[in-house]
């Protein structure tokens, strides 16, 4: 059937970027994957659209728009002489439509929770290999890529670097949804200024203030909206109803869910389980937001206190509330609101627990440990941007800024 | 607690518009309220995002740039010396902003299998009374301008009529998120043409082309977007999918839903119940997008072939296809049809009618005998805009433009 | 020099489509030609400015704006399986880029007043063919195109026809730099469902919608700006200002001018001077818009009354008023306001027709007359959009709004 | 006359910001006045458009721009509580209008070449005082406030500080007319955030981010735009161009040149003669864009070959080359380039001298020894932004980034 469709449906129309071409009929069958179908149940900010309501963009758009990036970045090399196969542009296309194929409904809040010790990198993975034994392998090219055993390591770096289309992508896409437009990055111009040097990624001297600016964009993004406490407070909150649910679960109580997400609550899966028990991966592969929407919803109704308390108030959008703290919590004071919680919900200490948190958020705006930007001058020498730029230097980029927070339920 | 918060979350960005102010507490409150809140759970276009991607949109965003238009045209108005008053101004405000708050998840098909014989209109009418008694009174106004029962006509026509606060946001935002710019309407423009001619709105003549233009967009999102094929067709499926649940429901097989969808499955709730019997709208409020997209997922595996084949259709999106065709089907098609599909699927000819079926969609772009656009010149005479352009003309204008379709599943 | 300059800037910036790219040396040696450059020193509109004042756009960057989408359309059929060689490509572009390029500083007012009875486009095939002849005959095919006179009819039309890449991009581009956004029309859309039968450009049928809102953008364009009212008056106002220069002129009288432009104020050059004489071209190639504006301004202080009052009013934006009319003046009327302008300014009645003049604009939306716009059905037939729309019709679109106006100077 | 004008155009189109409403009567005659429409015939951006075709928009429209914001500002800070009276909303609107009406065409060029010693913000004084006595010194609050001699210094703030409503348009403005969307900045969020603390500007914590952003956008547009060494260059080769003519005016030869830029061609004009003697002023009110282009052009056919050949360069696009350079000249590299050119083209070492430049330009981001940028805090202390950000530092901020710049004519 796909090849009928394929015919039929190859542009997308893209608000960020226009019309995104589906380069090929292999690119298409990946689209129809149920793996990446379900991205287009899965927002790409989770919850985040309590505080920018206009942020409901799928992870399915961001992979599209991110193929979309890997198209024009490649056109930009093979104009600058460097040669790219047919084989390579596709597996790369395809590995970064995969790249975040792993996520699961409010990635973040499930790794506290239901799939502890797992990153979603590598469900990604896992699930890659999956999508290339049902298709005869023709995806192993993009899965060397993805996880840099390919001979081209820039190859690699596009999918995943400082400068990759990935993030290229989100703060295109992520400023464009919640309409803060400074979070902008100015990704044509970028592109434009990539070449390849010595099998790496490197920026023209050119593009020195568009990197400077990018990182800045990133930075604003990062305290604006992806770390914005009322955000972080909404994903305490449900990883607090998540737990909870999971508690009442463990006593055997029968809590309203799908099959999926009842699988989550009531088995524990450590990470071995996941990587090797393909019934465990078909499980996860059926959740998305909708599960967890719905069932927080109906547990507003459940018989317990504190679940159906915060399950109440996350679906009328009574949230956590954020206060910035210099210092955490005396153990004192811990105790002080444990009480203040049983007393009010006339419950024990420990399900008091449930009302407040602490938690620290941090952030560094650029770390050359991890991988440089590396800037290429007309001579042909490069230097890491922290090097390169006269604005931004080593210290002031890779330290790291940390903001402590208190989160407490309003009575 | 609303109030505290009230105090800190004032202004909301909006990616079409900016930013938008939230003008009192009294506004505020109502969009906390829960019948709102569930809003955001409901996207503005259905199913259009199986065609835009980025069409995922909320109802609870097209409420708040509704009201942020009608902000703009009461100040418009104010310019031109027409008195509105503060009272007169949150009225219109609150109006606009629950003018939607009845819909339904997938409105359009939730009115075709489980709620029929009820207009979103009149439940959104139903709601509003609900908050009023909630809230003293505070939004009587609001409802004599909704209902058209207040002194001043041309307010009401702000929150409906031809050019209403309602339509402009819906083109400038289902364009916006869809990626069709050329549906973009200017809003802004159109507002400034604005004014009041014997308490009924009417456009200055120098916004002719505006109109114009507008019509002609409004036309094209019809045919591109609302009325798109695909999307149709997604909704005929899910249409299919509710209507074969409900029989099994009937006939008392155990389906997986949330409470508040088992309810609508299981019972037979008639307009009256909805409108007298108060339980039966809290069971309505509780229903999202979520509860729908959670059952439909899980629906793949029910031991019914009609069901589940077509709910893992919805859900990997294998939709029907449709075809434009000049003429019903005749009965000895429709009987091949029925055939083909029993004999493929082992099923009998009755369930074989859940995987066809033909559709015809109109739309008029502009109807005169509703409501008219009335054009305002420099003498102090109107003239309906199908008079006053040279371009449009009566007929043409309300010439009905249908569509035939057949939809069917490819097997 | 210039291939040096070449290697160093092939990439445009353009606020209207981006990043635009200058193919090959060809192309930038066309750019560089100072009948090319000379195009940067020409407004597109002209007078626009005096009433949209971001209007202030060059006839240059519409040039290479054109070249742009030429490159789009290019790309968009070859995907298409339309064979289009490389010189094809190039000489397409060149033709664009050079199809305005014979246009003087207010086109309009100059073939009305220095250079009666010669088109701009004439001008532009007689500066082609000298640029022709200074760079070794590379651009016989690009002159064949403009001329379609080149076996390949689609080329041609890309150029001029009723979907020529000049019409879509001085539509958005004009918009843009206007602020008036209902204008803007969506040439990737457009040019994304063009394709060629029997050597014709055609629209695939699911374009139906976009070419009528090109219809309507167009024709909203044509009356909002490119004939304001305001903008036509600067106009006559500027073709009366000239008008008098000449006359006085002709009496001998020594006017500020830079030798360019007394060159067509002192002589009177017929359209086959132009054509045969390459002096008179050379003296038209150097004329620019800061030729007329700094002459204007100087004769702010002649002695002539006319020529001072009308070009003081010119260069301070006091512009003849419009007032628009059922009728043409009646002689008694015209007799009535020579006198009154003759008794205010102290001037004869001859003198007094300088204050005041009557015009007549017209537009037809569409005509199939010309040049149609072919609609390709998916049943490989083609109909002209008047027959393929169901909103416009033929009687409709061809007939021609006429506005008659009155413009007069203000005592 | 005016104020029949005035009643029929009160909204002005920017495609910047949108519509602008002009305020009042006496807003609406200072956009009358002859110096303020000369800003119509002067370029923002000089000779930008050598190397971003879209820069061509003019003085008038910044100016314009800038007040929007101011009435944006107003509007915000009233808000807060701030009052601000309609005679200093209506005077501050216009001290913006007239900020850099003492601008003359290519402003930096005349400042080395014909008016040296003066600075525009002297002669806009200069004017606005004429301004007002024309006026019946309906202006004198407005001057007031421009000269920082008004009670209330925040209002001077918004004119002319690190955060003014001038450096927001222009920011806005630039960017989006050259294309360089990197270089926007969120004007609208900004504002939101200004605050006034003991009569001065602020910026409220929140909007850290935001300055950060500003600040390097505000960078690289200096970088990328303004200090672009292709406009440096072509400004280098006018300034010589007008150098070379003034010397030969000296000399008595007699050039083509509007009866103003031959005032300043031939007469040696002080400082002093500028702020006493009013036909100096009259002259100066009187030069654009125009009358240096069209002088420029004819100077091509000039007899002085220094003069000559830049100025047919400079009309063609043929500029200075600029080679970035670590050190200056020696002297003996400077003598070698002064016989080359001498030889090239038979001239004298001392004419030769005409062809090529060295030049410096620097640049400090931000420097609070001038005026800082204040936040305000929660708890209502405030701090310098590079105290409060912690990715911005003092040192870096205010070190001065230089550039050693080879300009020099290719033969």
Not at 31 to 48: E, K, T
Not at 255 to 271: C, M, P, T
Not at 359 to 366: G, H, I, L
Request: glycine residues 4%.
């Amino acid at each position: 059937m796909s090849s009928v469709v394929a015919n039929k449906r190859k542009i997308i129309n893209d608000p960020v970027f226009g019309f995104i071409s589906i380069p090929n009929d292999l690119v298409f069958d990946v689209l129809q994957h149920p793996y990446v179908q379900r991205l287009s149940r899965i927002r790409q900010l989770g919850l985040s659209n309590f505080v920018y309501p206009g942020a409901v963009h799928t992870r399915f758009l961001h992979s599209i728009g991110a193929m979309s990036l890997m198209q024009d970045a490649i056109a930009v090399l093979r104009q600058k002489g460097i040669e790219i196969s047919h084989a390579e542009s596709i597996a790369a296309q395809v590995a970064i439509l995969l790249h975040d194929v792993g996520h699961g409904p409010f990635s973040h809040v499930l790794e506290n929770t239901l799939v502890r010790g797992l990153s979603h990198e590598q469900v990604s993975l896992r699930m890659m290999q999956k999508i290339n034994e049902q298709m005869q392998d023709k995806l192993s090219l993009a899965i060397q890529i993805f996880t840099d055993e390919y001979s081209r390591h820039f190859l690699h770096q596009l999918i995943s670097s400082q400068l990759d289309v990935d993030r290229l992508d989100y703060l295109c896409r992520d400023s464009f949804f919640c309409g803060v437009s400074e979070g902008t990055v100015a990704s044509a111009r970028i592109l434009k200024m990539l070449n390849v040097l010595d099998d790496r990624l490197v920026v023209e001297s050119k593009g020195i203030y568009s990197i400077e600016k990018f990182l800045v964009a990133r930075r604003l993004m990062y305290w604006q909206v992806y770390l914005h406490k009322t955000s972080v407070a909404a994903e305490q909150q449900l990883i607090y109803i998540l737990r909870r649910a999971k508690d009442l679960a463990h006593k055997g109580q029968d809590l309203f869910a799908s099959d999926a997400l009842r699988f989550f609550l009531y088995e524990d899966v450590s990470a071995t389980d996941f990587l090797t028990d393909d019934s465990v991966l078909d499980k996860y592969a059926l959740l998305d937001d909708s599960d967890v929407l719905s069932a927080v919803k109906q547990w507003q109704n459940t018989g317990d206190v504190v679940l159906s308390t915060l399950s109440r108030g996350f679906t009328n959008r009574c949230l956590f509330k954020a206060r910035m703290s210099e210092s955490p919590l005396t153990e004192q004071e811990r105790k002080e609101l444990r009480e203040q919680y049983a007393r009010h919900f006339g419950i024990d200490e420990q399900q008091a627990c449930y009302f407040f948190d602490e938690y620290s958020v941090s952030k560094d705006t650029y770390s050359p440990r991890d991988d440089s930007i590396d800037i290429l001058f007309a001579d042909g020498t490069t230097k890491d941007i922290s090097q390169a730029s006269d604005m931004l230097n080593l210290r002031m980029l890779t330290r790291r800024a940390v903001k402590h927070y208190l989160f407490y339920y309003k009575i």
